[in-house]
């Protein structure tokens, strides 16, 4: 129901058949478990997708760590309240839902991202939830679906939507590569690397150009 509305919502409002299918953190928001690396001072939380291409296993590691140092779920949450969106994103989100349909897709958690959707003013989300105990213990985590953003991209695009795709690390590649078009922006020089083939931008407006070119706006 959610996904036939943002295309009821793209034709009515903005006439084309283009939609933005981003990335959260390290697009619009800053690396939530750097920041929190920051605050508790265990380095092995400043690892994140860009480092580590399995996903379960970074989940698993972050979550081993949070157990042996009693961190707990508003322990992040207080970090999060304190963070802001990078600068130049709200420009830019408002920008681009001018012109189209933005869809943020992300492997971040419903609890973590309820702070920044207020701040970013609710754009559509697509992410994962965490499992938490009674005492604020974060026991596990729950997808949304297997490899689900470049589900939602094949999704849109079954629905002969254009898609434009953004992110910047490895667990966003096979949405990057599933979509008619795909950016990385300000990526690791691993991952620029190794997908080479993919355009790299590393500011807004430069992002703004690519878009602009690929949607014909």
Known sequence: MLLLLIVYLGDVLWGNMNIICSDLEGILIPEIWI????????????LTTRDISDYDVLMKKRLL???????????????????EPLEGALEF?????SHMQIV???????????SFMKKLGWPTLF??????????????????????????ANALKSLDYHIIAVGDSYNDISMLKSADKGFL????????????HFPVTENYGDLKKLIKECAAI
């Open 93 to 97: 989100l408002k920008w681009a839902k």
């Open 185 to 196: 922006f300000r990526p690791p020089e691993n991952v620029k690397k190794e997908f080479d």
């Open 127 to 152: 992410c994962n939830t965490l499992l938490v105990d009674q005492d604020g213990t974060i026991s596990g985590y729950k997808l949304r679906q297997e490899d689900g953003k470049r589900k939602v």
């Open 65 to 83: 760590i949070l157990r042996e140092n009693g961190i707990k779920i508003n322990d992040i949450l207080e970090v999060i309240e304190n963070m």
């Open 35 to 46: 920041n929190v690396a920051k605050k508790t001072g265990i380095q092995e939380l400043n």
């Open 104 to 114: 943020i897709v992300s492997d971040t958690f419903t609890q973590f991202a309820k």
